[in-house]
């Protein structure tokens, strides 16, 4: 448990599930972490990217962003729907702070005495569905990336008559068993045949909301003409291809690798669209600024900028504009000489300056 004054869905609760790691070294440059307890393979970049179709930028925090107590903090930053940051994931080098707090020592092979431990703690928690919520969803509701969707597909069997109703779920079960046979990402494809007894239009918003990928529908006139009626989440609800069945079937799997590409590509649209190099104080002001302070546009976004500030210049900054700096990005793309946006010291990099959640 812990106390949230402005608690948010899935991204600040009061109680919430983490997926947590911990190590113990017996150094700080202990040849299993290539020298770096802290390491960035630790950080879920690849699984954001592969899984959630969410690009990341990977990063070190600041001293004054890093996790209290910790000696290094790295993290993967997000940009979702409205162009804040999401801090999808930490690994944090704990030094020894918490070994001697907590008592984690051995026996020293050197000394024969006690050494405390050096210890690292990583992971990732629910707020990685808010995340993936507020990277993908729309104003109808969630769009799952198919590799991590609980249903794949679903089959919504249109029986207007009751004489052609059985005939109908007969067929919808069967393609529903033939899918399940053909396989995505390694394992077998995941579908649901919607037999509640409700009317069609409600059972279509309903599967649009929860995001399922791929909407099918059968009736009597598809059955007779052997054709599938599909819908794409990634499409407009209005949008419906009618399909020969066998040619659906066949390319079922190539359909779903599309849609989970189509998400990564939007997102990282989305980013590299609102993310800027920004060099002086007044368009830094201009970017995170709303035209419209009582009713605030959607704004703002990535914004890399030289820094050699202080904590407490970044705390100005914080209080003026809302922002913080979400990393000290990885990489040569990050690296160049300039001078900090704030007090004009020397620079060899660009951090990203976000208002996040």
């Not at 909407?215 to 020969?244: C, M, Q, W, Y």
């Not at 590409?261 to 993310?275: I, S, V």
Request: include cysteine; charged fraction near 30%; charge should be negative.
């Amino acid at each position: 448990m812990r106390w949230e004054m402005r608690p948010r869905l899935f991204l600040r609760t009061a109680e919430f599930l983490w997926q947590e790691g911990h190590t113990a070294h017996e150094s700080a440059e202990d040849e299993r972490t290539g020298g770096n307890p802290a390491d960035a393979r630790r950080l879920p970049g690849p699984s954001s990217r592969e899984h959630l179709a969410i690009p990341v930028i990977p990063g070190e925090k600041t001293e004054r962003e890093r996790f209290p107590g910790a000696l290094q903090t790295l993290t993967v930053e997000a940009m979702v729907g409205d162009r804040k940051a999401i801090q999808a994931g930490t690994s944090h080098f704990l030094g020894q702070n918490f070994s001697k707090a907590a008592g984690i020592a051995f026996a020293s092979r050197d000394e024969g005495g006690k050494q405390f431990a050096w210890t690292t703690s990583w992971g990732v928690s629910t707020r990685m569905i808010g995340t993936l919520i507020m990277a993908h969803g729309d104003d109808d509701g969630v769009i799952m990336p198919p590799r991590v969707a609980p249903s794949q597909a679903v089959i919504i069997p249109i029986t207007p008559k009751p004489e052609t109703r059985q005939g109908v779920l007969d067929a919808c079960d069967a393609l529903a068993e033939t899918l399940r046979n053909q396989t995505f990402d390694g394992q077998p494809i995941r579908v649901e045949v919607d037999r509640r007894d409700i009317g069609g239009g409600a059972k279509t918003w309903d599967w649009i909301k929860k995001g399922v990928p791929v909407r099918i529908e059968i009736g009597p006139r598809d059955l007779e003409n052997r054709k599938v009626a599909v819908t794409n989440r990634t499409d407009s609800h209005r949008e419906k291809a009618f399909l020969a069945k066998e040619e659906f079937i066949q390319n079922f799997s190539e359909r779903l690798a599309d849609i989970q590409l189509e998400l990564l590509r939007r997102a990282t649209a989305l980013r590299d669209d609102h993310t800027r190099k920004i060099d002086n104080m007044d368009e830094l002001v201009a970017f995170f600024t709303p035209a419209d302070k009582e009713k605030p546009e959607i704004h703002g976004g990535f914004a890399l900028c030289h820094w050699a500030g202080s904590s407490e210049d970044e705390e100005k900054l914080q209080q003026d504009l809302k922002i913080t700096i979400r990393c000290i990005p990885h990489g040569d793309t990050y690296a160049e000489e300039g001078s900090c946006i704030l007090t004009g010291e020397p620079s060899q990099r660009r951090v990203v300056f976000a208002k996040s959640y």
